[in-house]
């Protein structure tokens, strides 16, 4: 049962301060079974996909620890209603903003694992948007060999836009890539990988939702499959390389109207690759860094 932290307002008419929920805690357990590895692996095309002796892939650790709120409990969006272990923000828009990823040891398909996740930070701001709500999660995956990865997770909630305006336009995005892949997005594709992650949020499959009730073009493309595509074009391009650490952050939106393309540039020293997804028109979707081990 989920109790609300001390110092939230509760009843009808209460104020809710969302920093009431900083310090709260979560534990889930869970096994890495073998299957949706598989599945995953067919969602991205990957002709190779990882078996049972083998570690999991960086970023797929996102298809466990999945939350499964009751149908009942299911809010307009598709996303479990406000409150529990997340502070009940009132904002209609949610979305999962970046991170920061350190691996300390693997995760093997078969592994029993536990995460413990704390609510590190909530913070609100104003601005020409609207208010802003930022929320900082981290997660500590353990496996029965100790701590395996260590998380901090942004999430942010913000106002709908106002009828009539405009999204901004991101910035350029580099064209100095090295390595590149071209991805045509489709519903199939974002239902498959919502269907892996439990994912309910109806802006990635209900393409009525998605246009006449919050506003967008098109059906959009889940932040972490976009993270998870970068991973994976550093991972074709360096097998051998162990993660080490790495951050991503989303900046504008991509639909399943248009292809867009993951791109990734290693650093001249090799400890490092930068990554990066464009849109079709050139925008900068989304940045990520990778720090690789170095071979000593």
């Known amino acids: 049962m989920n109790v609300p932290p001390a110092g939230a307002m509760t009843g009808p008419d209460a104020v809710v301060d969302p920093s009431a929920w900083i310090g709260r805690t979560d534990t889930l357990r869970d096994v890495a079974t073998p299957t949706p590895i598989a599945a995953l692996a067919a969602t991205l095309d990957n002709g ?3 078996l049972a002796e083998d570690a999991l892939p960086p970023l797929w650790h996102w298809l466990y620890f999945l939350p499964r709120p009751k149908r009942s409990e299911i809010g307009s969006d598709g996303h479990a209603a406000r409150g529990g272990f997340l502070p009940p923000v009132p904002l209609p828009r949610r979305m999962w903003a970046g991170g920061r990823l350190g691996w300390s040891g693997p995760i093997h398909s078969g592994d029993a694992i536990t995460r413990v996740s704390r609510v590190d930070n909530v913070s609100t701001k104003s601005g020409k948007s609207g208010d ?19 998380e901090e997770h942004d999430i942010v909630y913000r106002d709908a836009p106002a009828a009539g305006s405009i999204a901004p336009t991101p910035p350029r995005a580099r064209i100095d890539e090295a390595w590149s892949l071209r991805v045509v997005p489709d519903a199939v594709l974002l239902f498959r990988y919502s269907a892996l992650t439990f994912n309910g949020h109806r802006i990635h499959y209900d393409r009525r939702y998605v246009t006449e009730v ?8 889940h932040g972490p499959l976009i993270a998870t595509m970068l991973a994976e074009l550093l991972r074709s391009h360096l097998p051998d390389a162990v993660l080490m650490r790495f951050e991503f952050r989303a900046v504008g939106p991509l639909f399943d109207i248009a292809p867009f393309d993951v791109c990734g540039r290693p650093s001249d020293d090799g400890r490092s690759v930068d990554l990066w997804a464009r849109n079709a028109d050139g925008g900068l979707a989304m940045q990520a860094t990778a720090t690789l081990a170095v071979a000593t």
Do not use: D, W
């Open 48 to 50: 190779n996909p990882t």
């Open 132 to 150: 802003l709500v930022f929320v900082l999660v981290k997660h500590v995956i353990s496996t029965g060999h100790g701590v395996a990865l260590t």
């Open 214 to 221: 919050e506003g967008y073009p098109g059906l959009i493309v």
